[in-house]
């Protein structure tokens, strides 16, 4: 147990949609980045949010945003979804910016 | 393009065999190493971290990792594996800011 939690843990949504991925972070954690991880890849980098300001953001569109939350929660939105955009999505919380990270266990999102 | 290199997709090994994991990265200057395993039906989890120090740096469950700057490395080790040590393992960099980037992973499978 990392003490991150996701939700949905699956979720099957239309080309098109709009969808809401959440997590609640361990507390205490003031960062939390968000990870895209296609089948036999590794976890891609999509941003970061420290105290919940956008801290940086990797090589994915706009229609890929977020929101962290005073609570410790956050969520990762994805608008105009494309077939592509089906994977795992992991998020994880870290003490600081740059040390470990502590993964949830992720949310499998399929795109039809 | 800034990239992290795991040399093995797949390994298959019997109990109580070495195991060497390659993982090359491709920036110079300061960076935060980590290895993270995911254990099936698990989240990803630490296994161990270089930030500075003693280039060889230990882990749990008897994994070590060697930080090697003239060659960009970071491999991972275990003299003894286990058949619970069968796993995805990955390797990730950070080099001091917001984005940690992840190796594409390797799978190990180890019989028994």
């Known amino acids: 147990e990392t003490g991150v939690t996701q939700s949905p843990t699956h979720l099957i949504k239309t080309r098109g949609q709009q969808v809401t991925l959440r997590c609640s972070s361990q507390?205490?954690?003031?960062?939390v980045s968000w990870y895209q991880q296609a089948l036999g890849q590794g976890p891609q980098f999509i941003f970061q949010?420290?105290?919940?300001?956008?801290?940086g953001r990797g090589n994915f569109p706009p229609r890929f945003s977020g929101l962290q939350f005073p609570n410790y929660s956050s969520e990762l939105n994805v608008n105009a979804l494309e077939l592509d955009d089906s994977a795992l999505y992991l998020c994880?919380?870290?003490?600081?910016?740059?040390?470990?990270?502590?993964f949830g266990q992720g949310t499998r999102l399929t795109v039809v | 393009a800034q990239s992290v290199s795991q040399h093995n997709h797949h390994v298959i090994l019997s109990e109580a065999a070495s195991l060497e994991l390659g993982c090359n990265y491709s920036?110079?200057?300061?960076?935060?190493l980590f290895w993270y395993v995911q254990y099936p039906g698990q989240h990803l989890q630490l296994l161990l971290k270089?930030?500075?120090?003693?280039?060889l740096v230990k882990g749990i469950k008897g994994f070590e990792a060697e930080f090697i700057k003239s060659k960009f490395s970071f491999n991972l080790r275990k003299p003894s594996v286990q058949w619970s040590d069968t796993a995805e393992y990955f390797c990730?960099?950070?080099?001091?800011?917001?984005?940690?980037?992840f190796g594409a992973g390797t799978r190990l499978f180890v019989k028994a």
């Open positions: 507390s205490g954690h003031n960062t």
């Open positions: 270089y930030f500075s120090g003693d280039p």
């Open positions: 920036y110079g200057g300061t960076v935060n």
């Open positions: 994880a919380s870290s003490p600081e910016v740059n040390t470990e990270a502590f």
């Open positions: 990730a960099v950070n080099r001091g800011g917001f984005k940690t980037i």
């Open positions: 949010y420290y105290r919940e300001e956008e801290n």
